[in-house]
């Protein structure tokens, strides 16, 4: 049946729309694939074939590409951008999609192809694509002792200076392990709203509707979920009851600790997920200042903040490195970074970023650590967190910080049950290879009185 449904589907000719938005007009992936689900009418299966295509195409472009370089003789590179989005596509069907027959993938890519350019495209995809069925073994990465870097590169589609700097640090059968992960569908994972609902009690509820769940490993009030339904529509969402946010942001929020009667600075806060976690630990009893250069951004904020009926959260739109107010109790600075513990969910920062963006993103984290420095209280708390696992932006940063303000200490004490993310520095890392969420560091420091 679901075959049946997906041979002729309008998702291909959208899948082709953002990627072409994508490559050409830098558009970032989750947005273009927003507006295209709340602006269209496809049915659920239709959403789903839709959201695989244009992640399964983003994240494994590099290989889709080193297949097409042979079949079309080096002319990828010349190839017109809607047609390469077409070829890859289609290919990605073929390659890794094992529900959708490989008929079906030819079919509907020449037909594509046709509307698009015309009998001269249709027969270059109808060529290509025969091409590589009558011999796909042909097409298998092999390994190079010469060149492993490039090798695993085209093997699992990520940067060649991605892998070199990975390979460095963690060896290259760990970076396979990194790299697999972020070639993966992710996990949903949902946080609980502890003042409304308990686990026992959403997992049972997800049971009713179908939705496989599994209890998180690491944290007590986080949920799994595989394959979900759009869980915003959801009754358990829209009455506040939980959180879509990744089990990785419990470690920060966590580390804070706000309790009862203490101001809190969220330095960086929109969509607002921490900022509300935050309130929640707090019971909605502290004072918890949100803020965010971006209005729209902080429109999300707000809308989580009512979703959830807190009355603790003050929202502002507010640059964090000028903002000024009476020291507080508490700092959260969830720093802007490269996002590169996140390519899993994230498939396009891949290919976004540069290795001078983790050294250009330094200079705005620095600057927020010294703001954050004169807004917080002598004896206060400060946690740093980022979503990257390049030590560029978490522990040099924090270390260089350290060197010019002498009256921080490291609070190494973790999370008190933190020891599978605790390193003997102090810091807190979540890697993607080793604990199966997003990668992400934070660390908390005290201010000396």
Same mark, same amino acid.
């Given at each position: 049946m679901l075959v049946k449904n997906l041979v002729k589907s309008p998702a291909r000719k959208y899948a082709v729309d953002i990627l072409e938005q994508v490559f050409v007009n830098s558009i970032y992936a989750d947005e273009?694939?927003? =507006?295209?689900?709340?602006?269209?009418?496809?049915?659920?299966? &239709? #959403?789903?074939?839709?959201?695989?295509?244009?992640?399964?195409?983003?994240?494994?472009?590099?290989?889709?590409?080193?297949?097409?370089?042979?079949?079309?003789?080096?002319?990828?590179?010349?190839?017109?951008?809607?047609?390469?989005?077409? =070829?890859?596509?289609?290919?990605?069907?073929?390659?890794?999609? &094992? #529900?959708?027959?490989?008929?079906?993938?030819v079919s509907e890519g020449v037909e594509m192809a046709k509307r698009e350019g015309g009998r001269s495209w249709g027969s270059l995809v109808n060529g290509v694509l025969r091409s590589y069925l009558r011999n796909p073994q042909k097409f298998i990465v092999p390994m190079s002792e010469k060149n492993p870097v490039e090798a695993l590169s085209i093997q699992y589609s990520h940067p060649q200076w991605m892998i070199e700097r990975w390979v460095k640090r963690y060896g290259q059968t760990e970076t396979e392990r990194l790299c697999e992960y972020n070639n993966r569908r992710p996990l949903?994972?949902?946080?609980?709203?502890r003042t409304k609902a308990t686990r026992e009690f959403l997992l049972e509820e997800f049971v009713k509707l179908g939705i496989d769940a599994e209890p998180s490993r690491y944290f007590d009030d986080f949920i799994l979920l595989r394959n979900p339904h759009d869980l915003s529509k959801l009754p358990l969402f829209q009455k506040g009851l939980l959180a879509i946010q990744d089990e990785s942001t419990a470690i920060p929020c966590r580390l804070l600790s706000p309790q009862k009667g203490e101001t809190v600075l969220d330095m960086c806060a929109a969509p607002g997920g921490k900022t509300c976690y935050l309130a929640h630990l707090a019971n909605d009893e502290a004072s918890i200042i949100a803020l965010d250069k971006h209005p729209d951004r902080l429109r999300l904020l707000r809308d989580n903040v009512a979703r959830f009926t807190l009355k603790s959260v003050?929202?502002?739109?507010?640059?964090?490195?000028?903002?000024?107010?009476?020291?507080?109790?508490?700092?959260?600075?969830?720093?802007?970074?490269?996002?590169?513990?996140?390519?899993?969910?994230?498939?396009d920062l891949r290919w976004r970023r540069t290795l001078d963006d983790i050294f250009k993103i330094q200079h705005l984290q620095k600057a927020l650590l010294k703001n954050a420095d004169r807004l917080l209280k002598p004896g206060g708390v400060l946690v740093y967190s980022t979503c990257t696992i390049e030590p560029e932006e978490n522990e040099v940063v924090i270390g260089d910080f350290l060197d010019s303000h002498p009256n921080y200490a490291i609070d190494k004490n973790g999370l008190g049950s933190g020891e599978t993310f605790l390193s003997d520095e102090g810091f807190l890392k979540s890697l993607p290879q080793r604990h199966l969420m997003d990668g992400s560091f934070a660390v908390k420091l005290i201010k000396q009185a």
């Open positions: 273009a694939l927003a =507006l295209t689900l709340d602006t269209t009418r496809l049915s659920q299966r &239709d #959403k789903s074939l839709l959201v695989e295509l244009v992640n399964g195409v983003i994240r494994w472009r590099v290989q889709l590409d080193w297949i097409l370089r042979q079949l079309l003789r080096g002319k990828v590179e010349k190839t017109p951008v809607r047609l390469l989005s077409i =070829l890859e596509m289609s290919l990605y069907q073929i390659r890794f999609l &094992d #529900k959708i027959p490989q008929y079906a993938a949903i994972a949902v946080r609980i709203n003050f929202a502002a739109v507010a640059d964090g490195v000028s903002f000024s107010v009476k020291p507080v109790d508490k700092i959260l600075l969830d720093a802007p970074c490269s996002g590169l513990g996140v390519l899993a969910r994230r498939a």
